[in-house]
Nanobody, 127 residues
């Protein structure tokens, strides 16, 4: 079964950190671009970050402002999003996404050739 499973979300205070993980099963993650989208209540889904299939390119949305770092461990078939200096406006459901094209678009968006989505993990930043 082909799937992506996210973990690592939770409640954190402003200024805190979280590390999201996305584990792939049933396919070889190294062949895919992988990244994250997020969707806050009442807002459209937006790209956060993307790393290309061979790790040569990593792109981020402007709102990241150097606070997040996306990485991949192809040996573990897993990607990680390290989020530091979190703000209340980062509160959203975060979705892991892969695309077979292997490409990343501007703004940290995973290309939309044939996306595969995880189920999402909730991140809440509040005092």
């Amino acid at each position: 079964q082909l799937q992506l499973v996210e973990s690592g979300g939770g409640l954190v205070q402003p200024g805190g950190s979280l590390r999201l993980s996305c584990a792939a099963s049933g396919f070889t993650l190294a062949d895919y671009a992988i990244g994250w989208f997020r969707q806050a209540p009442g807002k459209e889904r937006e790209g956060v970050s993307c790393i290309s299939s061979r790790g040569g390119t990593t792109k981020y949305a402007d709102f990241v402002e150097g606070r997040f770092t996306l990485s991949r461990d192809n040996a573990k078939n897993t990607a990680f999003l390290q989020m530091n200096s979190l703000k209340p406006e980062d509160t959203a459901i975060y979705y892991c996404v892969t695309d077979l094209s292997g490409a990343c678009l501007e703004g940290g968006v995973v290309a939309a050739t044939a996306r595969r989505w995880g189920q999402g993990t909730q991140v809440t930043v509040a005092s």
